[in-house]
């Protein structure tokens, strides 16, 4: 069974500049998960989708978007990209049902710079 | 709002010692607790967790108990390896989210 696919792995952009991170879940998982891990924050929740829907976001500016496609592969996008968005962005998958996120399964994140 | 406290680390200890790793949780209800484990080059994954007061999760030697009445989620393992050398994060869900401690980094040396 295939794992939580992230692409691209690693980029390099400058600040102003918009990039969109992607991410195919597990078969037949149908919720996804975004987080940010940086040395100083940690990891901070980023949004969750379920069917589609944003159940969740946290507590980041509007630049940070994503969306969820029919077949569970989900995107987020950052915009006007600005130096402290330097992070590994990690992607989660599980089944989603009930109200606890269960067992998350985790890509290897995108790791972005941000110059 | 729900968090997570983590003891600090890197904690280093010698191959074969006993280990604990402290997390202590505030929250309202009775959220999941989780321990995930990331080693060096790999992905986060689920080390073990526990969804009510009193279980007791286990995986790979280690072991955590929910406790209610001191709101903790301690990690345990009687005789750690090298191989357990990594980052341990302790977590719990809220809200379709988890909610992460900032991590212990473990050392073991041989």
């Known amino acids: 069974k295939a794992g939580v696919t992230q692409t691209p792995r690693y980029l390099i952009k400058t600040r102003g500049q918009q990039v969109t991170l992607s991410c195919s879940p597990i078969?037949?998982?149908?919720?996804v998960s975004w987080y940010q891990q940086t040395p100083g924050q940690g990891l901070q929740f980023l949004f969750e989708y379920f069917s589609e829907t944003q159940r969740n976001k946290g507590n980041f500016p509007g630049r940070f978007s994503g969306r969820q496609f029919s077949n569970s592969r989900s995107e987020m996008n950052v915009s006007t990209l600005e130096l402290g968005d330097s992070a590994l962005y990690l992607c989660a998958s599980s089944l989603g049902t009930g109200g606890s996120p269960g067992e998350l399964f985790f890509g290897e994140g995108s790791r972005l710079t941000v110059l | 709002g729900n968090s997570v406290t983590q003891m600090e680390g890197p904690v280093t200890l010698s191959e074969e010692a006993f280990l604990t790793i402290n997390c202590t949780y505030t929250?309202?209800?009775?959220?999941?607790l989780f321990w995930y484990v990331q080693y060096p080059g790999e992905g986060l994954q689920l080390l073990l967790k526990?969804?009510?007061a009193d279980d007791k999760g286990s995986n790979k030697g280690f072991e955590a108990t929910y406790r209610k009445e001191t709101t903790s989620f301690h990690l345990e393992k009687g005789s750690v390896q090298v191989s357990d050398s990594a980052v341990y994060f302790c977590?719990?869900?809220?809200?379709?989210?988890?909610?992460w401690g900032a991590g212990t980094k473990l050392i073991i040396k041989p």
């Open positions: 977590a719990l869900d809220s809200n379709y989210q988890l909610i």
């Open positions: 929250a309202t209800g009775y959220p999941s």
């Open positions: 078969s037949g998982h149908r919720s």
């Open positions: 526990a969804t009510k």
